[in-house]
């Protein structure tokens, strides 16, 4: 198994910035994709952005321009920057993890609230 524990969520006024950061805990299987999701009050869980082991990222449109993922090295840490925050981007964020054989896993999320 995979444990992902997030971190960094709070409170943010629109225009203002947070970081999200995941770290998975060690095991047997070797992580390839990391990314962040969301979902928001009666909304479906959506994807936010995701990075390959090999470095290839992927964003929602609605973030694109403001988020940046990152994962250095390729080790099993990734980074959420979110710039210009809007209120429609307040929700909780979920880690998510899975491997070359099909395995994923799940961070237990971190809320993020934008509002004045």
């Known amino acids: 198994q995979v444990q992902l524990v997030e971190s960094g969520g709070g409170l943010v006024q629109p225009g203002g910035s947070l970081r999200l950061s995941c770290a998975a805990s060690?095991?047997?299987?070797?992580?390839?994709?990391m990314g962040w999701y969301r979902q928001a009050p009666g909304k479906q869980r959506e994807v936010v952005a995701t990075?390959?082991?090999?470095?290839?990222?992927n964003y929602a449109r609605s973030v694109k321009g403001r988020f940046t993922i990152s994962r250095p090295n390729a080790e099993n840490t990734v980074y959420l920057q979110m710039n210009g925050l809007k209120p429609e981007d307040t929700a909780i964020y979920y880690c998510?993890?899975?491997?070359?054989?099909?395995?994923?896993?799940w961070g237990q999320g971190t809320q993020v609230t934008v509002s004045s």
């Open positions: 060690r095991s047997f299987f070797t992580i390839y994709a």
């Open positions: 998510y993890a899975n491997s070359s054989y099909g395995n994923s896993w």
């Open positions: 990075v390959t082991s090999g470095g290839a990222t």
